[in-house]
């Protein structure tokens, strides 16, 4: 039997992608892909016809069961729930997932309203353009339940969808603009560089209290956001693509980073202010 380590490897960045457009979370992703690589080499590889395919929809299965555990897992989280912040270069591997618009943050914020199965028909059918055969043997279903899974996510994104992918340099723009008004503590400025319906979210990470809910609109958010540049260096990093959009970093001791903040950006304002500080998960 020819050994199944090298084509697996070839596979593996697409197979993290998967996971992690699924669960939003690398720990999950990554422990996906691992127990898939280990039922392939119990396997007998070689009568694996199409191995993508089969490593695909194996780590598509893991993740929905992943998936629907994580419910009683955020239940207990505290604050809003985020998706692990992915920064551009941090692991090579993963560059080209981020070049994808559905791993922006916003976007997997839109995902998380999505029931388990939903989700997994959606990213399966919108993102990898798996036929609803295969879909329908990752649920558990019947095709036509599967069709209908992927048309009732599509048609709840649809209500509420994330604000679309803007062009680089005018992402870059709008960040330079946002931390130039925030360098000058003036709220009129800050507040110009800023949506009238912008949002902040930060999954608290046992630091930022103020920040455990939604913050809303720009007033709101200007006073948060001037209060945090007083409090600490939240604020305070080098700029840096999270989920592909952009952001930055904070430095913190040793290798792991303090912070992760990702913007979102429309009409050449921030409309989505996303702080990740949990330390777990920053370690990735």
Same mark, same amino acid.
């Given at each position: 039997?020819?050994?199944?380590?090298?084509?697996?490897?070839?596979?593996?960045?697409?197979?993290?992608?998967?996971?992690?457009?699924?669960?939003?979370?690398?720990?999950?992703?990554?422990?996906?892909?691992?127990?898939?690589?280990?039922?392939?080499?119990?396997? @007998?590889?070689?009568?694996?016809?199409? /191995? #993508? %395919?089969?490593?695909?929809? $194996?780590? =598509?299965? &893991?993740? !929905?069961? +992943? *998936?629907?555990?994580?419910?009683?897992?955020?239940?207990?989280?505290?604050?809003?729930?985020?998706?692990?912040?992915?920064?551009?270069?941090? @692991?090579?591997?993963?560059?080209?997932? /981020? #070049? %994808?618009?559905?791993?922006? $943050?916003? =976007?997997? &914020?839109? !995902?998380? +309203? *999505?029931?388990?199965?939903?989700?997994?028909?959606?990213?399966?059918?919108?993102?990898?353009?798996?036929?609803?055969?295969?879909?329908?043997?990752?649920?558990?279903?019947?095709?036509?339940?599967?069709?209908?899974?992927?048309?009732?996510?599509?048609?709840?994104?649809?209500?509420?969808?994330?604000?679309?992918?803007?062009?680089?340099?005018?992402?870059?723009?709008?960040?330079?603009?946002?931390?130039?008004?925030?360098?000058?503590?003036?709220?009129?400025?800050?507040?110009?560089?800023?949506?009238?319906?912008?949002?902040?979210?930060?999954?608290?990470?046992?630091?930022?209290?103020?920040?455990?809910?939604?913050?809303?609109?720009?007033?709101?958010?200007?006073?948060?956001?001037?209060?945090?540049?007083?409090?600490?260096?939240?604020?305070?990093?080098?700029?840096?693509?999270?989920?592909?959009?952009?952001?930055?970093?904070?430095?913190?001791?040793?290798?792991?980073?303090?912070?992760?903040?990702?913007?979102?950006?429309?009409?050449?304002?921030?409309?989505?202010?996303?702080?990740?500080?949990?330390?777990?998960?920053?370690?990735?």
């Amino acid at each position: 039997m020819p050994d199944p380590a090298e084509p697996f490897e070839r596979h593996r960045a697409h197979l993290v992608g998967v996971g992690y457009r699924i669960t939003g979370s690398l720990a999950d992703a990554e422990d996906a892909v691992q127990e898939a690589w280990l039922r392939l080499a119990r396997s @007998d590889a070689g009568e694996v016809r199409d /191995l #993508r %395919a089969w490593l695909t929809t $194996t780590v =598509a299965r &893991l993740c !929905l069961d +992943r *998936l629907r555990s994580a419910a009683a897992r955020r239940e207990r989280h505290v604050g809003p729930w985020l998706p692990d912040p992915v920064v551009a270069g941090a @692991d090579p591997a993963l560059d080209a997932v /981020l #070049r %994808a618009d559905d791993v922006r $943050t916003a =976007a997997l &914020l839109v !995902l998380e +309203r *999505l029931t388990p199965a939903r989700r997994v028909a959606f990213v399966l059918h919108e993102a990898l353009d798996l036929p609803f055969a295969e879909i329908a043997a990752v649920l558990g279903c019947s095709e036509a339940a599967a069709r209908q899974h992927a048309s009732r996510a599509r048609r709840e994104i649809d209500r509420a969808p994330a604000p679309p992918p803007v062009p680089p340099a005018e992402a870059a723009a709008a960040l330079e603009r946002f931390a130039a008004a925030l360098a000058t503590g003036d709220p009129v400025a800050v507040a110009a560089t800023l949506g009238p319906d912008v949002e902040f979210l930060s999954d608290g990470g046992g630091v930022v209290r103020a920040a455990r809910r939604p913050v809303r609109g720009a007033e709101k958010v200007t006073r948060l956001l001037l209060g945090l540049l007083r409090e600490g260096d939240l604020l305070a990093g080098s700029p840096v693509a999270v989920n592909g959009a952009p952001g930055w970093v904070v430095p913190g001791p040793g290798a792991r980073p303090a912070s992760a903040t990702a913007l979102t950006v429309r009409d050449g304002v921030v409309v989505g202010i996303y702080a990740m500080l949990d330390p777990s998960r920053l370690g990735r």
